[in-house]
């Protein structure tokens, strides 16, 4: 990366345009890959003092791409859901939330922050929405609170994956329980204790009703 960012700096300064450009051949396979590089490559700008052009971030990109490739995580980063959140409580509380959810979903790639009418004008791609209000959207759509305690994150954290994902995180949870009790006990019924620990944990989360969270599609 050094190597390739040291002649890149001085094409970039003295408007070096490089011939034959590959920027719609990087665009098409690594789209996403791409905006997360241009996110993270501000430093660069501002030792610039200028923006990277795409013609020469998508070299940049590619060695994004063929690392996180051969250690298995390109399919990984391609498929993450782009979210935004929406908070009408100020900034506070706004960036509150959103390092919240951050830490929730790693699952997910966490865009910004935005007002509602910060929304409405919004023209970035995304694919969900938490807010702290109902909004006008096509998008898959939270709605939350801004404090909640580990009891309601487990909770919210379950429904969002199965939304998703199809995912069910008790599930998980539940094999995981009954490897634990098989390292240490007899099991003589294990469809039945499986059941009765799969009632137990959906019970908790039913006796949570008074937890202001909703989901929308």
């Known amino acids: 990366l050094i190597q390739h960012c040291i002649p890149a700096f001085y094409r970039i300064k003295y408007n070096y345009h490089i011939e034959n450009s590959i920027v719609n051949m990087v665009l098409i396979k ?6 997360i590089v241009r996110r993270c490559i501000y430093p660069f700008d501002e030792l610039l003092g200028k923006v990277v052009p795409d013609e020469e971030l998508v070299y940049i990109t590619l060695l994004f791409s063929a690392y996180l490739n051969r250690e298995g995580m390109l399919d990984y980063i391609m498929r993450k859901r782009r ?6 409580n100020g900034i506070v509380i706004s960036r509150y939330l959103f390092v919240e959810l951050k830490d929730l979903f790693p699952e997910i790639d966490f865009i910004t922050t935005l007002s509602l009418r910060g929304f409405e004008k ?3 791609e995304f694919d969900i929405v ?6 006008k959207t096509d998008k898959i759509q ?12 487990s909770i919210f954290r379950e429904r969002v994956l199965q939304k998703i994902k199809c995912v069910s995180t008790n599930r ?6 009954m490897q634990i009790i098989s390292k240490y006990a007899d099991i003589t019924d294990k469809d039945k204790l499986s059941n009765e620990i799969s009632n137990y944990i959906e019970g908790i989360s039913s006796r949570n ?4 969270i909703s989901e929308k599609a």
């Open 142 to 153: 939270f709605t939350v609170r801004t404090f909640w305690d580990e009891g309601a994150k």
């Open 172 to 177: 998980i949870k539940l094999d995981q329980i």
């Open 122 to 124: 919004y023209n970035e």
């Open 83 to 88: 979210a935004v959140v929406v908070c009408e």
């Open 209 to 212: 009703n008074n937890i202001e």
């Open 30 to 35: 690594y789209g996403n890959l791409h905006k």
């Open 130 to 135: 938490f807010s702290t209000t109902d909004l």
